[in-house]
């Protein structure tokens, strides 16, 4: 079974069809790309998978997306667990304006997801018990989102200190801390240099072995980097849906083959 | 090491296997092509020659493989170089097949009737053409293009030898037409066993390239 899978997917906004009949599945623990130029509809078919798109006025969904066969839109569905298993992370990196500790307890803290205080004696070993299950899962998240070494001597100075890079790593072990299933990257490099973009392209691959990553990427070298699988839309179409090797070496649709070769706008 | 970079060299890696497969391949096409010749065995000829599409086959597969390392690794310089070099050895490496395919060919043509004379310079050409095969693969494995320039001026030995089978041929047909039709297949023997060294000179010609960037054309 895939990982995500949509059928016959249409987002309106208001009378305006942005996406049409998108049907693709994503494969589990893969990289999927999706390409296509400025205002496509990629970024838009992304968020229909966390449901960010619930929170745009007018905004409104038809047909269906499944996460390991489950309606995403059904009206029993927890959006905070949706949210949970479903992580994002943005173009620009969004670290809160607290200390790199807490970003990457925030999400841990909200949920309850530290260890539980034993229910005897709770003033006094509440707060340490909790801390003791936090420390552990900050320090996991870092370290799987290659940044620990660079942080655990500052873990209690600002996130906002940090490198672009480096913030970016941390809005990732933020989406770690709170072990999701399936990491959406919308366009997660945009704003950091090259050094800084294969560090985040090497750690895309790391990731791979246990999470579903689907990316949006402008940079086609990127998708054809890093990508198993690429997908091309266009105009809020998806035209082409492929393994990303065929996809870049003889598409199907000549629009595919006119977008990649260069020669679409 | 970057995961990317460990990716790739593992996608070079896997591209190197398959150009020694096939040479490995063309090695024993040649080898299987002349022992048909010299024991007029038309069964191991036909091997060699259905065994030609495997070959043709398999160059595919690495074609397929450099584009695909082309078009999701972005390759520049070495690399670059390498893949582009890949590219051209197994035409050369194929078309080196199609020759020893054309001397099983030729084989079954001359089985079952006595040979003109000993076989000697051809199992001689047929023996240094395998041995410039493998010394030309060893070559672009290391990178190396001493090994390619030796390996290339071989290809004068077996010129030589060409020379040589067609001028005693020659007295042969001269002196006896009914040893014509007999004579001119071993002559075309002879000219596929040229052509391969030929081919081999090319082959080391894109290693010069590939280790050094420099284009060196190999005139022996």
Redesign the interface.
Known sequence: MSKLETCDLRLYYGDLEALQGISMHVEERRITALIGPSGCGKSTFLRCFNRMNDTIPGARVAGQALLDGQDIYAPDVDVVELRRRIGMVFQRPNPFPQSIYDNAAFGPRVLGLARAAPPWNRRRWDGMRERAGLDEIVEQSLRAAALWEEVKHKLRSSALDLSAGEQQRLCIARVLAVKPEVILMDEPCSALDPAAT?RI??LM??LQEQYTIVIVTHNM?QA???SDYTGFFWLGRLVEYDQ??KI??RPAQELTEDYVTGRLG | M???RE?FDRGLAELRDRILELGTMVETAISQAFRALREQDREIARQVIAGDEQINARRYDVEECC??LI????PTARDLRAIVAAIHIVTELERIGDYASGIAELAIRLAGQPFLKPLIDLPRMAQIDQEMVCASLEAYLAYDPELAFNTARRDAEIDQLDDQIYRELLTYMLDDPRTIPRATYLLWVSHKLERIADRVTNICERVVFMATGEVKEFNF
């Not at chain 2, 078009?71 to 972005?74: H, I, K, L, N």
Request: proline letters at 0%.
């Open positions: 294969l392209e090497d691959r790391e070298q054809a980097r890093v990303t090797a870049f070496t | 970057t995961k990317a990716l584009l695909r078009a999701t690794q972005q």
